[in-house]
């Protein structure tokens, strides 16, 4: 099993920033990817970045230049800096770790972002 926590969230103001962090714990291959999805209110939930453990990353187009996510493969953390934030980044954010040898998918309980004035 795999356990992910997230934190970081909190209020901002648009054009403001955030930087949300994820702990992975368990039984974590060394050969998978780590990421963010957000769930808007009424939406369903979307990627926003993802990192292999080769350093291959991918973004969603709404933050190409705003977000960076970046992995301590060491210390089984990820990371996603928020820039430049806007309303519709509000959501719940997920921690994604996928095992790429069985497929598995395992999420954390969220953290929530709210861009707002």
């Known amino acids: 099993q795999v356990q992910l926590v997230e934190s970081g969230g909190g209020l901002v103001q648009p054009g403001g920033s955030l930087r949300l962090s994820c702990a992975a714990s368990?039984?974590?291959?060394?050969?998978?990817?780590m990421g963010w999805y957000r769930q808007a209110p009424g939406k369903q939930r979307e990627l926003v970045a993802a990192s292999t453990s080769g350093g291959i990353t991918n973004y969603a187009d709404s933050v190409k230049g705003r977000f960076t996510i970046s992995r301590d493969n060491t210390k089984n953390r990820v990371y996603l800096q928020m820039n430049s934030l806007k309303p519709e980044g509000t959501g719940v954010y997920y921690c994604?770790?996928?095992?790429?040898?069985?497929?598995?998918?395992?999420w954390g309980q969220g953290t929530q972002v709210t861009v707002s004035s």
């Open positions: 994604n770790l996928r095992k790429f040898r069985t497929g598995t998918n395992y």
């Open positions: 368990g039984s974590i291959s060394s050969i998978n990817s």
